[in-house]
């Protein structure tokens, strides 16, 4: 199990905590709304932090924004193992065609 399995695990272990003592439970109890909000805050910050370039600040806004991440998709109930095996899909697959194939299907 790798580092974003287990913390993945830690998030889906805390869902039944309190809020009141868990971060990430306080979260999941504000629902996936919420969960998606704060993401997007983070991804933001790590934006910013690339503009910048400080190399420590953005690995640290990039770890907040994996973390929040994997908040909101617990909070959609999309597990990670999901989420890999879209990437072991596409694994091999150009970008520029991954992205042609979506936009040539029923909805692009």
Known sequence: M???ERLAATIEARRDASPESSWTARLLA???????EKFGEEAVEAIIEAI???RERL??????VLYHLLV???ARDVPLSDVLAELARREG???IDEKAS????PTG
């Open 2 to 4: 790798n580092t974003l």
């Open 30 to 36: 504000q629902g996936p709304e919420k969960a998606a």
């Open 52 to 54: 910048r370039g400080d």
């Open 59 to 64: 690995i640290r806004e990039a770890a907040d």
């Open 72 to 74: 909101m998709l617990a």
């Open 93 to 95: 697959t150009s970008g």
């Open 102 to 105: 979506r936009r040539s299907g």
